[in-house]
């Protein structure tokens, strides 16, 4: 894809700048003698990469779409996993990346009664961040459990594709192209792992994420459908070294902060 061609030789450009030598393959193939593996977050589907990495003691660099806005502007890039199972930078700067990149995202959290139903978020059967799940015996689940009126929304991506949307009786379906649509009425946000989680605390809905794998885990409650409302401010301040513009990414300032946390291969990294 385009995307990853052109954040393949922006960070290549940044790693040549610290003095780090590349080597570009295709597909999963790997290479013998390198320090480290730096793969797109979709390969992570595609085991290869990870298996070798891992019997060799191998870092691997993972980069995928970012989480705070705007997402396609911004790229993450952590170490060993996908979303919050990988490891990211913890540089502690008070919070002013946070508040310098991203001055008006964090909004306060909503009252206590207020919002008159449950939002329900679908994914993508397949995408590397759901590998293994059934998210249809999922969505069933939840709405089985939920209190009140329920709203199911699909993911953009399976409507642009006009692809069958399945989901349980005792709910309605949303078609609103925009989350923040669906949200200003929502009292809770339910997802699995989806990034929809991260926009929902972020706007201040209360919000259940029940896989750790969820970049919101941090500030949400998990397979109880009840809200919570901790401090987000950690969170969101740790949260801004976890993405980076190509800029940053090409002229070698993410890798700055990347290199400090190199580690051997941990697995499904906390």
Same mark, same amino acid.
């Given at each position: 894809?385009?995307?990853?061609?052109?954040?393949?030789?922006?960070?290549?450009?940044?790693?040549? !700048?610290?003095?780090?030598?590349? /080597?570009?393959?295709?597909?999963? $193939? *790997?290479?013998? %003698?390198?320090?480290?593996? +730096?793969?797109?977050?979709?390969?992570?589907?595609?085991?290869?990469?990870?298996?070798?990495?891992?019997?060799?003691?191998?870092?691997?660099?993972?980069?995928?779409?970012?989480?705070?806005?705007?997402?396609?502007?911004?790229?993450?890039?952590?170490?060993?996993?996908?979303?919050?199972?990988?490891?990211?930078?913890?540089?502690?700067?008070?919070?002013?990346?946070? !508040?310098?990149?991203?001055?008006? /995202?964090?909004?306060?959290?909503? $009252? *206590?009664?207020? %919002?008159?139903?449950?939002? +329900?978020?679908?994914?993508?059967?397949?995408?590397?961040?759901?590998?293994?799940?059934?998210?249809?015996?999922?969505?069933?689940?939840?709405?089985?459990?939920?209190?009140?009126?329920?709203?199911?929304?699909?993911?953009?991506?399976?409507?642009?594709?006009?692809?069958?949307?399945?989901?349980?009786?005792?709910?309605?379906?949303?078609?609103?192209?925009?989350?923040?649509?669906?949200?200003?009425?929502?009292?809770?946000?339910?997802?699995?792992?989806?990034?929809? %989680?991260?926009?929902?605390?972020?706007?201040?809905?209360?919000?259940?994420?029940?896989?750790?794998?969820?970049?919101?885990?941090?500030?949400?409650?998990?397979?109880?459908?009840?809200?919570?409302?901790?401090?987000?401010?950690?969170?969101?301040?740790?949260?801004?070294?976890?993405?980076?513009?190509?800029?940053?990414?090409?002229?070698?300032?993410?890798?700055?902060?990347?290199?400090?946390?190199?580690?051997?291969?941990?697995?499904?990294?906390?």
């Amino acid at each position: 894809m385009v995307h990853q061609k052109s954040h393949g030789s922006a960070i290549k450009a940044g790693l040549e !700048r610290h003095g780090i030598d590349c /080597v570009f393959t295709e597909g999963d $193939r *790997v290479v013998d %003698g390198v320090d480290f593996h +730096v793969t797109w977050g979709a390969e992570t589907k595609r085991p290869r990469i990870f298996q070798f990495s891992e019997e060799h003691s191998l870092p691997v660099l993972v980069m995928e779409r970012a989480y705070l806005p705007d997402r396609l502007k911004f790229t993450a890039i952590g170490w060993n996993g996908l979303n919050n199972r990988a490891i990211f930078p913890d540089f502690r700067d008070g919070g002013d990346r946070f !508040r310098r990149l991203w001055p008006n /995202v964090l909004k306060p959290w909503r $009252r *206590v009664g207020s %919002g008159r139903f449950i939002l +329900v978020c679908g994914q993508v059967p397949g995408d590397a961040s759901v590998t293994g799940v059934d998210l249809n015996a999922w969505t069933e689940k939840v709405i089985e459990r939920a209190w009140g009126e329920v709203i199911f929304r699909p993911h953009p991506v399976l409507i642009e594709r006009k692809a069958r949307i399945r989901y349980p009786e005792g709910c309605r379906l949303s078609m609103n192209a925009k989350l923040e649509d669906d949200l200003i009425c929502a009292k809770l946000c339910v997802t699995y792992n989806s990034n929809s %989680g991260v926009e929902a605390v972020l706007a201040g809905i209360p919000t259940v994420a029940f896989d750790r794998g969820s970049m919101a885990w941090p500030v949400t409650s998990h397979r109880v459908l009840n809200g919570v409302r901790p401090d987000r401010t950690p969170w969101a301040h740790k949260l801004a070294f976890s993405q980076w513009t190509l800029d940053e990414i090409r002229d070698g300032t993410a890798w700055d902060y990347l290199k400090n946390i190199r580690e051997p291969f941990l697995g499904e990294a906390a």
